[in-house]
T-cell receptor, first 110, second 112 residues
């Protein structure tokens, strides 16, 4: 069974204080690792897909990286609007479904 | 472009009543997924369809839950009879294959 573990559960940052979120996974043949952002009362919003170890993707202040066992989401110089829950999910190569982690809730104070 | 549309956005019902949640996927997407999110269990897949055919319903909790996709632009998730432990946020998502899924705004279900 696919397993996804995210850490830390919660992260409080000062505006401009860079940090990283971790997503550790086990899956029988990885097709893709997905990062989503979820704001309170809304559905998850797609951010990135990573397909192979060594791959990196960036969007504004966010950068996602992938190894064979884990992924990191780096937040550089965060702003209050980056406050959200960040979800990681994996997809096996023989399937369409996503298995999600519990998420990391990021709070950025001005 | 319209995203995934879900209705109702909020549903409050009494235990034992039938509940029907509705979803309209993004036009052109051929895969549709139903998820449930709770504080205790996080986001978990209930069932998904490819080309209107149910592929994996192993996440459906029990026989009280059923889902249909009569055509490419509409799906329903039905709970009959509902129980307080069914209270959660139910999300519908769609994709154009085994790629990123796009989520709707969710339906918050409260069963009293």
């Amino acid at each position: 069974e696919d397993q996804v573990t995210q850490s830390p559960e919660a992260l409080r940052l000062q505006e401009g204080e860079s940090s990283s979120l971790n997503c550790s996974y086990t899956v029988s043949g990885l097709r893709g690792l997905f990062w989503y952002r979820q704001d309170p009362g809304k559905g998850p919003e797609f951010l990135f897909t990573l397909y192979s170890a060594g791959e990196e993707k960036e969007k504004e202040r966010l950068k996602a990286t992938l190894t064979k066992k884990e992924s990191f989401l780096h937040i550089t110089a965060p702003k209050p609007e980056d406050s959200a829950t960040y979800l990681c999910a994996v997809q096996a190569s023989n399937d369409y479904k996503l298995s999600f982690g519990a998420g990391t809730t990021v709070t950025v104070r001005a | 472009d319209a995203g995934v549309i879900q209705s109702p956005r909020h549903e409050v019902t009494e235990m034992g009543q039938e509940v029907t949640l509705r979803c309209k996927p993004i036009s052109g997407h051929n895969s549709l997924f139903w998820y449930r999110q709770t504080m205790m269990r996080g986001l978990e897949l209930l069932i998904y369809f490819n080309n209107n055919v149910p592929i994996d319903d192993s996440g459906m909790p029990e026989d009280r839950f059923s889902a249909k996709m009569p055509n490419a632009s509409f799906s329903t998730l039905k709970i009959q009879p509902s129980e307080p432990r069914d209270s959660a946020v139910y999300f519908c998502a769609s994709s154009s294959g085994p790629w990123e899924q796009y989520f709707g705004p969710g339906t918050r279900l409260t069963v009293t």
